[in-house]
């Protein structure tokens, strides 16, 4: 009797470890049984990225579409992956069923703003250069009165003239026309037009020997003698 009295505190200890151990299990199944499964989801902005370059496309996705959607889902880290083709933007990513609900209905608000997002980039590029073309203009008026009003045969030749590091933009956006002319020709001839803006076939930014930049449509781009084969 009294062996067993001993016993008894060692069976109350052994008892309290297996119903902890028991608890453990039984929440981790729980806890287990309760995670959602995960799906794939794709997004797909209609868009026509013939009219865009390769970083207007990466601006465009990694500028507002992506952390756009991550602020839907600001309590989840979701990674994104995303490709385009001629016709749009596909987005990819990995969750749960109710998270891909939200994705969607805010894919809906995404498409309806989408368009005058890209408008507003398309405005802010235009002006953007404008205002790179109009330093050119300064630049090139310094270089000819100092060489008999004659323009530059490149941009090369305007580097003492470059305070604000421009050079490298030129040669990356900008078609010169200026090789052989002067600053008394015709106030109406081309001096130097954004490529960038003529490749995407809507018009571009043209800077004329009176230096005023105006954006010229496509139907009087071929007037001033810029075609699509000029580099």
Same mark, same amino acid.
């Given at each position: ?67 756009? !959607? ?33 994705? +969607? ?16 980039? /398309? !405005? ?6 404008? +205002? ?87 139907? /009087?781009?071929?007037? !001033? ?7």
């Amino acid at each position: 009797m009294a062996a067993c009295f001993y016993k008894w505190p060692v069976f109350v200890a052994m008892s309290g470890i297996f119903i902890l151990i028991l608890l453990v299990v039984v929440i981790t199944f729980i806890t287990t049984g309760r995670k959602k499964p995960e799906q794939s989801v794709t997004l797909i902005y209609e868009i026509d990225t013939r009219t865009m370059s390769k970083k207007e496309v990466e601006d465009l996705v990694n500028g507002y579409l992506i952390p756009t !959607l991550k602020k839907q889902v600001s309590d989840r880290e979701l990674d994104f992956t995303w490709q385009y083709n001629e016709t749009g933007i596909q987005v990819f990513t990995v969750t749960d069923a109710q998270t891909i609900n939200n994705l +969607k209905k805010l894919n809906s608000v995404i498409k309806l703003q989408l368009p005058t997002y890209v408008k507003i980039n /398309e !405005l802010a590029q235009r002006q953007k250069s404008v +205002k790179k073309l109009r330093r050119l203009a300064d630049m090139l008026a310094k270089y000819a009165a100092s060489n008999n009003e004659k323009y530059p045969i490149s941009f090369d030749e305007l580097k003492q003239y470059d305070d604000e590091s421009l050079l490298p933009w030129l040669h990356e956006n900008i078609e010169y026309l200026g090789k052989g002319k002067t600053r008394s020709d015709p106030p109406d001839i081309a001096i130097a037009y954004d490529r960038i803006l003529f490749e995407k076939g809507k018009g571009t930014n043209v800077l004329f020997n009176d230096n005023l930049v105006n954006f010229v449509r496509p139907n /009087e781009i071929e007037n !001033l003698g810029i075609t699509a084969g000029k580099r």
